[in-house]
Every structure is written in structure tokens, then in C-alpha cells.
């Protein structure tokens, strides 16, 4: 895993959950330093024992330099949060 990336680097977020539902929405949410939303995207998942669910962001022209946030929520609830660059 890493937290700096190159700015035509597309990026990647693994979200590893555990557990049982049968239904579930895992949402990622990608913000540049001034909170400026850059992507947001959610999949429906349905768990059944532990489970890797991937999200990632490209933008072809490149990203800004700067630091983001991705934010994972599960059933609209924050669940975690992970800080990274792009230098």
C-alpha cells in the first residue's frame, strides 16, 4: 500500500470487510485539500465472509499536486479514512 502517488496515477482504493448482510452499500468519497469533492462512487455489496471491494479515480490530464482524503462509509456511516498525496 501506498499514500503518494504520481499525478497520471490512477488510484486505488481496496476496502477489506468481514462479516454477513445481505445487502450493504460501500461508498468512497475523494476530496482534494480544500474539501473539494474530486469522486464519489458507491457499489452495493452483499458479504458473505470477508470480502475486498476496490474503488479507484484517473484523471488522463493528471491530478494536482496536493493532498486528499478518501473516506469510506458503509450504510452511510463513516467506517474509516485514509490521507494521501500526490506529488
Known sequence: ???????KDTIYAAVSTTGMAPSA???AKFTYQDG???????QTIAPNG?????F???????W????????ISLDGTSV????????
Request: cysteine-free; hydrophobic content about 35%.
Open 25 to 27: 452499500v460501500l461508498n
Open 50 to 54: 470477508a470480502a475486498v471491494t476496490a
Open 1 to 7: 500500500a501506498t499514500t503518494t502517488f504520481a499525478p
Open 56 to 62: 479507484h479515480i484517473s484523471k488522463p490530464d493528471g
Open 36 to 42: 473539494q469533492t474530486v469522486n464519489e462512487s458507491s
Open 64 to 71: 494536482p499536486t496536493g493532498n486528499y482524503k478518501v473516506e
Open 80 to 87: 474509516a479514512s485514509k490521507d494521501f498525496s500526490v506529488q
